[in-house]
């Protein structure tokens, strides 16, 4: 597996930043790629774009087919023509995040070296910061030409670009749905990405980090951190409905069922298993230690003794707050914290809370509630910014 | 490190039964060895005997320092001279489960073999359930010529041997105390014992569960699986009251930390860390996968298609369930199924909730209500038992 070079794949619509970015960190990344995705046409007056920023382990294919798993888009149910973010009416842009692994810089990245034989950064990519990623796609809104997103969406992972582009680019950014984030991470959310990350440094094919070199992937270990994870993106009353107690025949003769009753497994372990190989063939280790640290990172009020209100002082950001009720990752105690602290500042915000048994995932998954909020907000929001 | 014979710090108080027992499974497991603790004395008319059962990473060492970490029991703050669980009034047993590994026949224990090279079981230690264990249990109970336990309590996986033994032999159980625990065990906690396995496995020392052949132990992965149930077993109130956001310095010169910003790490990966290195000192992983198996086989109802009442119809049992309005692993809401199935077959039911912010945990920890409800209820069933 040739890990030094963009896969030609991903080379359909990226730019590459030659002066780079300064990160939060101190250190100057350079050349910074961006790798994105657009839908739908720019109107002349460039004022009709939609910034979607996707999740921990999602990417730039909003509402295309994935070009490693073929699987439709993450959002395909809400982003095409006539869907509650119209591509008819919208021009809707997803952007590979900074240190990410679908095309824009990230630790698979060749490293620059003076004499260029370039291998990747692996573990020595810098620390970033949502932050550093909400920069790295400023470079490329600049670039289009746009100086003002008609709104800016996300879930979880993506909550935080959402906020952090409302406070560090106010005047950018006409309307806001963070969703399912918070805004801060939580003790227990920085607690289960260190047991994420553990679990990559436990796995024998990690080799330093340097796992390229043996030809290798911490397959077993990435594949441990995507299972821990997905139990969080779900909810107790979801895995009750969708497996319960109900069992199915183990495969045989293999290592990773010794103990097992009658040769039976729980249904609920075979779809984790299968959640966790799935994955592996589709992300880097590098990427997901470097991204997890990010969202570890964040705290929109760390510049301000905590206080939640004054990065968005004087906001004229249109901001629509969702959370799902059943959301034990990003709760909705943690949306209601934001809602006081934007009210605080007398924001413009809604902030509703969808009754969902689908636990934190509930973004992603079929929640007539949550289209119809977003379809009704973008509507709303684009009379009030005149869109035509 | 030897792992072929119990250590002697183990032998203080066992008892070997040649014939063993005829497991759930279909194994016939013999010998089979049971390791115990005993507090108090029995009296004469053998009355006065409460059983404590412990709960998956504990053991018998309920009441006095462990004998490997040197940390007080378990329960010291419960169990002792004038304490809510009195050893100058009762006679306090504690044995070791079947399957554990601190002096009780399980995956570590020697595999009779006829030419006499014996080699422990490992990963071919039979599947075992939370019955067998209870029976397991009987067979010392009744070599200590009890035949009737005054009362049975404990925690988590402890309490559903409590609901074990209530079923199975109702006339030997006058009162019972199951804390913190369930009917069944859930689809989201067999996830979450599922994923600790599979970081077990993923380990390079692993070996296929022959690691004791290499002189080695799977450090890494039981240590992953700690950290991740760890975090199950408190609260998010409780990790943001304890840890927050909080920042200290990281260990240089090591390969764990990569991405670190700053050179800090949060206090609660820092904690985690702890909690992960310190138990593979005391535990088999061999062990961790026999147990975990057995809490995820737990169904109460599962004889009777699921009907939680019927395996306690005409039971003349007290018994006093207790939950923990924090606990997400354990929720009241199985506590609750639990009560409610009692109630249908008119049993003497006391139900608590108890208000803590401390999680699953709160069983283990300073929880006053909790000492005040034993104390209370052990005093109350005592004078109908008439006990002296």
Redesign the interface.
Known sequence: MDQTVSASYLSHQHVAFPDGLML??GFHLAPVEVAYRTYGTLSPRRDNAILICHALTGDQYVAEPHPLTGKPGWWSRLVGPGLPIDTDRFFVICINVLGGCMGSTGPRSPRPCPDGRCEPWG?D?P?I?IRDMVQAQKLLIDHMGITRLFAVLGGSMGGMQVLEWAAAFPEMVFAAIPIATAP?????N???N??SR??I????QWY??RYWEHDAIPA??L??AR??AH?TY?S?EA??R????RVRSAPQGT??N?????GEM?E??SY??HQ?STFVRRFDANSY??IT?AM??F?IGAEYEGDLSRPFRGTHTRFCIVSFSSD?LF?TSQARLLARALNRVAANVSFVEIDSDKGHDAFLLDEPDLDRTIRGFVAGAAEYARIA
Chains 1, 2 share one sequence.
């Open positions: 939060e960190c573990t990519f620390p910061t801060f991470h939580s003790a227990q920085i607690a289960f260190e047991v553990q679990a440094f436990a796995d024998p330093g980090g077993r270990g594949a441990v299972m821990m139990i779900l107790e895995l009750n969708k497996f319960g107690r290592e990773a010794p103990g097992s009753l009658f729980f609920v372990e984790l298993r966790g230690l470097t640290r570890d990172y705290d034990w709760p």
